[in-house]
T-cell receptor
Framework: GNSVTQMEGPVTLSEEAFLTINCTYTATGYPSLFWYVQYPGEGLQLLLK?????DKGSNKGFEATYRKETTSFHLEKGSVQVSDSAVYFC??????????FGKGTRLSVIA | DTAVSQTPKYLVTQMGNDKSIKCEQNLGHDTMYWYKQDSKKFLKIMFSYNNKELIINETVPNRFSPKSPDKAHLNLHINSLELGDSAVYFCASSQDRVKGGYTFGSGTRLTVV
């Protein structure tokens, strides 16, 4: 079945630092890949997605590229802000299986 | 208009009680889900319904019973609540067979005391 592994947090960065959160997947076939964000006390929001190899998803300064050769979908942002503090979830979806999530990575950005 | 709405947002109850959480979506989606998020933030699928039919039932105690009166609603009833049921429960919906993202509700924080 599908599974997603992402780096464990917490990750603490200073404002304007570069962010990378690693995510790798295992799946039968070619899954669609997603990053969701959960701000404190809120539900999950879709941040970005990619549905095929070499696709790049981007939103709010975040980017992730679907790499089939390394089965990865790492999340990056060039300059983080305090408002980016949240829990980030990598997820995959394939065929008729439900969305499968990684364990989440908590990001704290300090001014 | 909230796309996926859950009620209540918070629920505190005693062990052994029976409680329900309601979920409604106004997106016209065909598929709805219940996820459980534990204290370590891990999200696990519980149930999935497509057009009122149960299509996924993960290893969940039979004290949990989902009910879908129509494709816009998926309620979760829990009997004989236990301490370990304390978690945040998220409802979500998606358009079936479309490789898009799910839309999540804002969650119901259940605390069993």
């Amino acid at each position: 079945g599908n599974s997603v592994t992402q780096m464990e947090g917490p990750v603490t960065l200073s404002e304007e630092a570069f962010l990378t959160i690693n995510c790798t997947y295992t799946a039968t076939g070619y899954p669609s890949l997603f990053w969701y964000v959960q701000y404190p006390g809120e539900g999950l929001q879709l941040l970005l997605k990619a549905t095929k190899a070499d696709d790049k998803g981007s939103n709010k300064g975040f980017e992730a590229t679907y790499r089939k050769e390394t089965t990865s979908f790492h999340l990056e942002k060039g300059s983080v802000q305090v408002s980016d503090s949240a829990v980030y979830f990598c997820a995959s979806y394939s065929g008729n299986t439900p969305l499968v999530f990684g364990k989440g990575t908590r990001l704290s950005v300090i001014a | 208009d909230t796309a996926v709405s859950q009620t209540p947002k918070y629920l505190v109850t005693q062990m052994g009680n029976d409680k329900s959480i309601k979920c409604e979506q106004n997106l016209g989606h065909d598929t709805m889900y219940w996820y459980k998020q534990d204290s370590k933030k891990f999200l696990k699928i519980m149930f999935s319904y497509n057009n009122k039919e149960l299509i996924i039932n993960e290893t969940v105690p039979n004290r949990f019973s989902p009910k879908s009166p129509d494709k816009a609603h998926l309620n979760l009833h829990i009997n004989s609540l236990e301490l370990g049921d304390s978690a945040v429960y998220f409802c979500a919906s998606s358009q079936d067979r479309v490789k898009g993202g799910y839309t999540f509700g804002s969650g119901t924080r259940l605390t069993v005391v």
